[in-house]
């Protein structure tokens, strides 16, 4: 009589070896889609994101350096493939700043850097500020909030073109303000042309940044415990002393990131300048995006105008990899 096994009984071990002593079962080589599914899918995701960066960034960034070693003026525009071989004789043309063109671009650049200053300090100041000031509930704080996020949520160009429209010399709101109701100057005043154009360009970049820098400002405030302000409070710190000793140092991290975005995006800007000015924008307000697109789109020098980029992407580059390395060892030494 025979012993059956019951149904419920796990399967026989394999056995290996002599004796039939048991051993490990052989993993199972995992299916490719089993690979995908554990490491690969969300590379599989970004693929559609980084195919589209590759061709609305990189290829034309390529290009772009290309054509900086080339003599590609309006005589090549049709086939710059076959345009004549510069190496790099625009870069020793636009570094040159005892020529005009060189002189041209180093005025350009001074400009731009005085302009960033100022439009950068400007807004954090003011997002900062209004930051603070809103933090604390009271009545009609949402509706504030929300008229200060105005600027940010126009589109760029409507909102310049009014304040072009504003700084306009014989109808303009400014100079109606300032000289018909206010008196305070003495007549009208020239503010898209010669050095009020660059007042008015600052104006009008702070307009506009100033609420970005508010509503980050405003989201690095609501991580920090209220316990801390409580506290500080009972042993009789002020409202300078915390913004001094709770505030900043607590908004250190968020500041970082902000200043860097601004700068970066002031910079660059060309939107702005272009709608305020023109094509053509006044010697005070120079700023070197205009500089670049006049050198490339109106005197028809595509090698010197891309030569002029390649150099300027590097030297945002530099700044950036230089104030991400100060930043990082000031987070480390604190």
């Known amino acids: 009589m025979t012993a059956t096994a019951p149904k419920d009984a796990p399967p026989a071990e ?10 490990p079962e052989r993993p199972r080589p995992a299916r490719f889609t089993d690979r995908i599914r554990r490491g690969g899918l969300p590379y599989l995701f970004l693929l559609p994101a980084l ?17 900086s070693f ?27 700043f005892n020529a005009p063109v060189g002189h041209a671009l180093l005025h ?40 200060f996020l105005t600027p940010y949520a126009l ?9 072009a429209f504003m700084f306009q010399y014989s109808n303009g709101l400014i100079n109606h303000v300032l000289h018909d109701e206010l008196g305070l100057t003495s007549g ?33 405030l609501q991580s920090i415990p209220r316990d801390l302000y409580e506290a500080s409070a009972i042993d009789g710190a002020g409202i300078w002393q915390q ?26 800007e060309f939107t702005t300048p272009y709608v305020l000015f023109g094509n053509v924008a006044p010697q005070a307000a120079d700023v070197i995006s205009i500089h670049i697109y006049n050198s490339s789109f109106v005197t028809w020098n595509f090698g010197a105008g891309s030569a002029m980029s390649v150099l300027l992407l590097g030297f945002l580059l530099l700044v950036t990899a230089a104030y991400l390395l100060l930043t990082s060892r000031r987070r480390q030494d604190v």
């Not at 589209?52 to 054509?67: A, K």
């Not at 005043?189 to 009008?204: E, K, P």
């Open 243 to 268: 913004i001094r000793q709770i505030t900043m140092p607590s908004l250190r991290a968020v500041n970082q990131v902000l200043v860097l975005v601004l700068f970066l995006w002031t910079f660059n």
């Open 14 to 23: 394999r056995t290996s070896g002599r004796g039939g002593a048991p051993g």
């Open 188 to 220: 009208p005043t020239f503010w898209l042309l010669g050095n009020n154009s660059f007042i008015a360009l600052v104006i009008v970049s702070v307009w506009r940044n100033w609420p970005f820098a508010f509503l980050v400002v405003m989201a690095g």
């Open 70 to 96: 080339k003599q590609l003026t309006q005589f090549y525009i049709r086939n710059w493939q076959h345009a004549p071989w510069a190496g790099l004789g625009n870069y020793r043309l636009i570094v040159d």
């Open 51 to 67: 195919f589209f960066e590759l061709i609305v960034h990189l290829v034309p960034m390529v290009v772009g350096v290309l054509i």
């Open 155 to 163: 589109p760029v160009y409507a909102s310049v073109i009014t304040w």
């Open 108 to 147: 350009s650049f001074v400009i731009t850097c005085a302009f960033t200053v100022l439009a950068v300090g400007f807004s954090w100041l003011l997002g900062t500020a209004a930051a603070i000031l809103a933090q604390d509930s009271f009545r009609g704080r949402g509706f504030l909030r929300a008229i």
